[in-house]
């Protein structure tokens, strides 16, 4: 998969049949639509192409109002983003700066500069609540006006439901929120997973008898904050068993700067104490254990995650036996 910066690029295809969206999480409504964007592309013979925005577009107005609060939790990471893309089989991903001129072109404006000469789009799907331009002003109606004009196809995806549930990346972020790991893996079809570099911390968990990795978010806002019971990828054959602390660390430092901080039940004895550094991981949250709390001093904090270990193993030892039962 190609991922371009803007549409000024000379290695982007010369037509393309292209869906436009946030997918933040890429849930199974979106992996849906993207199934039959492939199947719409391949039957044209054009590069199945995803346009999305970085920053997000609600993130951008918040900061414009000055008020970060109205910016919606963060799901996903621009990285896991594109990794979910990818394994949907995309072949080109434009991520366009949301920025004030993208966010004052009008509806006609969008079309033209942006679908018409920047991606030479020959087909474009939506969703049901696709607005575009300025103000939100243009409508799937408006769409397809202007794309009779210009020579490109249309069409409109209507939701994607899972047991009722109408999916949507607010609906996700509710789930996360509140803590229901099994109904984020039912609506994105898979776990929620974060991934990253393994970066150098203050290493304070050696001292405190549980060495972890530290992996960066990235947004100041996380969907889900607390201790899980996670899967590591990415640092042996096997997928390691550990817990994890996904916060801000109220406990140890007042920087408010998101961490995921992990540590591995069994460590590979071939890596040594250094050898997870600079390593991209990928980091499953399967079931989340407790919220972030601040401790009384780091004696307290000790105790609490000798807990959460323990809580931990007792959570894979369940699934152990359940797994165990399922194949009886």
């Not at 621009?78 to 009008?106: H, N, T, W």
């Not at 004009?149 to 009722?164: K, P």
Request: hydrophobic share 40%; with cysteine; glycine share 10%.
């Amino acid at each position: 998969m190609q991922v371009f910066r803007g549409v000024h690029h000379a290695a982007l295809a010369p037509a393309c049949a292209l869906t436009i969206g946030n997918f933040d999480g890429v849930h199974r409504g979106h992996q849906a639509m993207l199934a039959l964007l492939r199947s719409e592309a391949q039957h044209r013979g054009l590069p199945s192409t995803v346009l999305t925005f970085e920053p997000h577009p609600r993130d951008y107005f918040a900061a414009l109002a000055g008020k970060p609060e109205m910016a919606p939790p963060r799901i996903a990471t621009l990285r896991d983003k594109l990794f979910e893309l990818e394994r949907c089989g995309i072949d080109q991903v434009v991520v366009l700066p949301f920025d004030q001129a993208l966010a004052s072109l009008s509806p006609q404006d969008f079309v033209d500069q942006v679908l018409v000469q920047g991606l030479h789009a020959r087909y474009v799907l939506v969703g049901d609540d696709f607005r575009f331009g300025a103000r939100r002003a243009g409508d799937y109606a408006l769409l397809d006006a202007l794309a009779a004009d210009r020579g490109f196809d249309v069409a409109r995806m209507l939701s994607y439901e899972v047991h009722g549930v109408r999916v949507s990346s607010s609906v996700v972020r509710d789930a996360l929120a509140a803590g229901d790991m099994d109904m984020v893996a039912r609506l994105l079809g898979r776990p929620y997973s974060i991934s990253g570099h393994v970066v150098h911390g203050r290493k304070l968990g050696r001292t405190l008898d549980c060495p972890t990795m530290n992996v960066r978010f990235g947004h100041e806002k996380p969907a889900t904050q607390g201790i899980f019971a996670v899967r590591t990828h990415g640092l042996s054959p096997e997928p390691l068993e550990g817990v994890a602390s996904l916060g801000v660390r109220p406990t140890i430092e007042e920087s408010g700067r998101v961490l995921l901080e992990v540590y591995c039940l069994d460590w590979p004895s071939e890596l040594g104490s250094e050898g997870g550094y600079g390593k991209i991981v990928r980091v499953e949250l399967l079931h989340k254990l407790r919220d972030e709390a601040r401790f009384d001093g780091l004696e307290a904090l000790q105790a609490a995650i000798h807990q959460d270990i323990a809580d931990a193993k007792a959570f894979f030892q369940a699934q152990g036996r359940q797994t165990t039962r399922d194949r009886i």
